[in-house]
């Protein structure tokens, strides 16, 4: 152990991906050369393959390891769980990792060094890295600022789980992750808890750690969709997002927005009240041929009232480096992600 470094134990939370979590520990089994830790819990969240091959594999790394085995509960509880099993007298920092991360070989402690230098701070997050980045989505998921480690326009922090140390006595004190989050949005709700309870946050950009962010569109609007699930719950909380997205519940401006908003993303409700007349003229196959044409009328009506948007997310991905034609690319992103997954929808662009 370093001089002058809090003790600290990692917990890594998983479902289903052995594969990315013995990437994960032997990058954890790298920072714990520099600063050994004093736990390594993960957290099986209900997973459904076997993880015995790649436990194997790492059972050779000199890691105080321990798995938790559990029913699925989602990446908060599984945290919590974590946490539990070490004795509050062995770490005075918790370090999450998810399974689909690797911490690079200092990440940990520069973490430990930031929050031994300011006792202020509740929590610290990582830079977070894509593994892929010659992939375009990955380069957009790295860049976006929902994503990463941001800083809220309210000059507070919102600190991804993806990497992230918090000192153990604010975890407890806050009651660590919300169990009202299944599956995202907990990381958020926790920042704005140490800030309300006092705890300042940061970000250390000097500490990396590498994801494994989406690398296709289809799988980037599939996580997008997972994180709007739980934004109803935040904004009920804390209000619109804070990071220059458009707030939740804003209405298109014209009747044909409106029109073509219900058309494209709402609920089979109002495109079934259309496509009844065409099945009982053309047969019931008509509704099945003609949902994807509705679907593309609503987005022509309705994207324009969006498109206001793209010279924003364009000049502010160009100030943070991003060439131009990254830049160009990565608007078009934003303006798909905020329009089908950031207004108050029911169901998003992806419903069959």
Aim: charge should be positive; glycine fraction near 8%; proline fraction near 7%.
């Amino acid at each position: 152990m370093i001089a002058g470094l809090p003790s600290y134990a990692v917990v890594v939370p998983t479902r289903n991906r052995p594969h990315d979590l013995r990437r994960c520990l032997i990058g954890v089994d790298r920072c714990a050369e520099i600063v050994p830790p004093v736990a390594v819990v993960v957290v099986d969240d209900g997973s459904t393959v076997d993880y015995g091959e790649e436990l194997a594999v790492v059972t050779d790394l000199e890691l105080p390891l321990q798995v938790l085995q559990g029913p699925q509960r989602g990446p908060g509880q599984a945290r919590n769980a974590g946490a539990a099993a070490v004795a509050d007298d062995d770490a005075e920092v918790l370090v999450f990792i998810d399974d689909d991360a690797v911490p690079a070989r200092h990440c940990i402690e520069l973490l430990l060094r930031q929050l031994a230098a300011r006792p202020d701070l509740g929590a610290v997050g990582a830079r977070i890295r894509a593994v892929q980045p010659e992939r375009l989505v990955a380069r957009y998921a790295e860049a976006a600022p929902r994503i990463g480690q941001r800083r809220r326009a309210d000059g507070g922090w919102n600190l991804v789980s993806v990497t992230i140390a918090v000192r153990r006595s604010a975890f407890d004190a806050v009651g660590g992750y919300d169990p009202a989050f299944a599956r995202t949005g907990e990381d958020v709700d926790l920042c704005r808890r140490l800030e309300a309870a006092g705890y300042a946050l940061d970000a250390v950009p000097d500490a990396v750690a590498f994801h494994r962010h989406p690398t296709r569109l289809a799988a980037l609007f599939r996580r997008a969709a997972a994180y709007r699930a739980d934004m109803p719950l935040l904004v009920e909380r804390y209000g619109a997002p804070g990071d220059g997205a458009p707030a939740p519940g804003a209405e298109p401006a014209t009747v044909a927005g409106r029109a073509g908003r219900s058309l494209a993303f709402r609920s089979r409700t109002v495109r079934n009240r259309v496509l009844r007349t065409a099945s009982r003229r053309a047969g019931p196959a008509a509704p099945r041929r003609s949902t994807r044409l509705l679907q593309l009328v609503g987005l022509v009506l309705y994207l324009p009232e969006r498109v206001g948007t793209v010279p924003a997310s364009y000049r502010r991905f160009r100030a943070d480096g991003a060439p131009v034609g990254d830049a160009v690319a990565f608007a078009f992103i934003d303006w798909v992600w905020d329009t089908a997954f950031i207004t108050p929808t029911h169901g998003h662009w992806l419903e069959r």
